[in-house]
């Protein structure tokens, strides 16, 4: 039994997309034992949104973990991942557009304001909403993203995204997960790696598996139009930062967020806050130790 209510829900454009809903739980929290759990107010939401190639599956650990704390929480399927429906304009996937999807996703559940956790490329999407209507976005974690990033990681990312291969078994499923991520998770388990697969991917008609996502999200990246820096993305990130609590996790052996990337946006914005995750790259689960418990704390000082 899931721990979470799916929701459905048309866009602008008439696409249906999909979202996890999990309720608050403040009692479970209580029973778990989190100092914090008694003190969260409850009326702010927080939601969730993941990465280019990821939808939200990624969360399914970290949400539930949140909720408990007393906090209700959304994690969004974007457009063309997961269970939302495939864009058949791949211009369409673009942090503007996905920014739209969110407010007509927070507008059908009568939401004016929630904390972001934004994870790579739902960190753009967060910086984006920012600059467009700073009073939906309360507070923000930004996983791993800002508005300088890395050429080094981002060709990478481009490397694989749209190109994935169509598995015969999990078991060749969990192999392709780990040859991508290797890198950024070198302690990560087999289970773990078996784990992702079943997030990533699943069965095609044809008794193959398919990519949870449409290849075509990656065209952006091949035809360069995502640069790893612009004048708008700073200014989105500063309207974040100086109007709202923001707290940036960095993995440590990150390749999209360096330490150049890092050290330019603690000085851009000296009041945002900063956790590093030791031995994990792009982008951080948000489950490990140091950046659950600064999210945590972080949490508890938005009202």
Not at 79 to 87: E, F, T, V
Not at 234 to 262: C, H, I, N, W, Y
């Amino acid at each position: 039994m899931s721990n979470y209510t799916e929701i459905s829900f048309t866009s602008d454009d008439g696409l249906r997309l999909s979202a996890r809903d999990y309720a608050a739980g403040a009692q479970a929290g209580a029973a778990a034992g989190h100092a914090d759990a008694a003190h969260l107010p409850a009326h702010l939401p927080v939601l969730c949104l993941h990465g280019l190639t990821r939808n939200a599956s990624d969360f399914d650990e970290f949400a539930p973990r949140v909720a408990a704390l007393g906090r209700r929480v959304l994690a969004l399927d974007v457009r063309g991942r997961g269970r939302s429906a495939r864009d058949p304009d791949p211009d369409n996937y673009n942090p503007k557009v996905y920014a739209n999807d969110v407010e007509t996703l927070l507008n059908g559940l009568g939401i004016e304001r929630a904390i972001f956790v934004g994870t790579s490329m739902g960190g753009l999407i967060t910086m984006t909403l920012a600059a467009r209507n700073i009073e939906r976005v309360a507070a923000a974690v930004l996983n791993d993203i800002g508005p300088v990033i890395s050429a080094k990681g981002l060709a990478r990312i481009a490397g694989y995204a749209g190109n994935s291969p169509r598995p015969a078994s999990w078991g060749e499923a969990a192999d392709v997960v780990k040859e991508i991520n290797r890198c950024a998770f070198p302690d990560n388990p087999d289970s773990e790696w078996d784990k992702w697969a079943r997030r990533a991917f699943e069965p095609d008609d044809d008794g193959r598996l398919r990519p949870r996502y449409d290849p075509n999200i990656a065209i952006s990246l091949r035809d360069g139009k995502l640069r790893p820096t612009s004048l708008g993305a700073r200014k989105a990130f500063r309207a974040l930062t100086g109007q709202r609590p923001t707290l940036l996790v960095r993995g440590a052996l990150s390749d999209l967020v360096e330490t150049a990337q890092a050290d330019w946006m603690r000085r851009a914005a000296p009041s945002m806050e900063y956790v590093e995750v030791p031995n994990v790259g792009h982008a951080p689960m948000l489950t490990e130790p140091p950046a659950f418990d600064a999210i945590a704390r972080f949490l508890a000082r938005v009202v």
